[in-house]
């Protein structure tokens, strides 16, 4: 598999570096080079079969950030992946809100390099596995899986669905509390996006910010349930919901 890719900077020097190492890696394909942003934009728009951008930030007449939120209003976020470069590491909130798939900071090695090449081979690799997949799997096979990948910490991690115990809203942010782990992992996404994701799969939303695994719950009460210590209280949106799910306790 060769990932079509482009790179993307206004400094000669470090443009140059970038292209280098792409042009050391097997597995990359450079299809062009540009010294801004609005040029590898016309770019997209004419290239449906590219996959990656070496990008960097802090650019005149359009920013790397807002080049990667253009990618993201067409719908392309998906097939088309930015790692951003850049020499501001102020940037790397900036870079997980446009759901980067990595951060490299200038002066960055060829080994920096390669680390951020293999995570963009491993979605890629992934991304053809799951299309695959799609095309000969049941839906109803698909729906039963025992596993989700989410994006955390700039990686896609596998998440066992058996090992979550519940899930917390942070804004544009959700926490999953795993068992026998006590730091939570933190993603950005929506709890409205996960619902729909773990509805089929043994979840239960039962209030604004909570989804909760219904295996995991230990108790339950008149407007709250228990995981474990954890008490949660059920919303009047959710109550509905939570009344079909505590029949079977009954």
Same mark, same amino acid.
């Given at each position: 598999?060769?990932?079509?890719?482009?790179?993307?900077?206004?400094?000669?020097?470090?443009? #140059?570096?970038?292209?280098? !190492?792409?042009?050391?890696?097997?597995?990359?394909?450079?299809?062009?080079?540009?010294?801004?942003?609005? &040029?590898?934009?016309?770019?997209?728009?004419?290239?449906?079969?590219?996959?990656?951008?070496?990008?960097?930030?802090?650019?005149?007449?359009?920013?790397?950030?807002?080049?990667?939120?253009?990618? &993201?209003?067409? $719908?392309?976020?998906?097939?088309?992946?930015?790692?951003?470069?850049?020499?501001?590491?102020?940037?790397?909130?900036?870079?997980?809100?446009?759901?980067?798939?990595?951060?490299?900071?200038?002066?960055?090695?060829?080994?920096?390099?390669?680390?951020?090449?293999?995570?963009?081979? /491993?979605?890629?690799?992934?991304? /053809?596995?799951?299309?695959?997949?799609?095309?000969?799997?049941?839906?109803?096979?698909?729906? /039963?899986?025992?596993?989700? !990948?989410?994006?955390?910490?700039?990686?896609?991690?596998?998440?066992?669905?058996?090992?979550?115990?519940?899930?917390?809203?942070? #804004?544009?942010?959700? #926490?999953?509390?795993?068992?026998?782990?006590?730091?939570a992992l933190l993603t950005l996404m929506s709890l409205k996006n996960l619902e729909e994701r773990l509805s089929a799969l043994g979840f239960i939303r039962i209030h604004r910010s909570f989804i909760v695994a219904?295996?995991?719950?230990?108790? %339950?009460?008149?407007?709250?349930?228990?995981? $474990?210590?954890?008490? %949660?209280?059920?919303?009047?949106? !959710?109550?509905?919901?939570?009344?079909?799910?505590?029949?079977?306790?009954?």
């Amino acid at each position: 598999m060769r990932i079509n890719c482009i790179a993307v900077d206004d400094e000669p020097v470090a443009l #140059k570096l970038v292209t280098t !190492y792409i042009e050391q890696t097997p597995f990359l394909n450079l299809i062009a080079t540009y010294t801004n942003a609005v &040029e590898a934009l016309k770019a997209i728009h004419d290239q449906p079969e590219l996959q990656l951008l070496f990008l960097d930030i802090r650019m005149a007449d359009l920013s790397g950030v807002e080049l990667a939120r253009i990618i &993201e209003q067409t $719908g392309r976020n998906k097939s088309l992946r930015v790692i951003f470069t850049t020499a501001y590491d102020q940037y790397a909130l900036d870079g997980f809100k446009v759901d980067a798939l990595d951060y490299l900071l200038k002066p960055f090695s060829f080994v920096d390099f390669t680390k951020s090449a293999n995570k963009a081979f /491993e979605y890629f690799k992934l991304l /053809e596995n799951n299309k695959e997949n799609a095309q000969i799997v049941p839906a109803k096979e698909r729906i /039963e899986k025992d596993y989700i !990948y989410l994006k955390v910490d700039y990686q896609l991690v596998k998440i066992q669905i058996t090992d979550i115990l519940y899930i917390e809203g942070l #804004k544009d942010y959700v #926490k999953i509390f795993l068992k026998n782990q006590n730091k939570a992992l933190l993603t950005l996404m929506s709890l409205k996006n996960l619902e729909e994701r773990l509805s089929a799969l043994g979840f239960i939303r039962i209030h604004r910010s909570f989804i909760v695994a219904k295996s995991a719950v230990t108790a %339950i009460a008149k407007n709250t349930l228990q995981i $474990g210590e954890l008490t %949660i209280p059920v919303t009047e949106q !959710y109550k509905e919901a939570f009344n079909d799910f505590t029949k079977d306790w009954v």
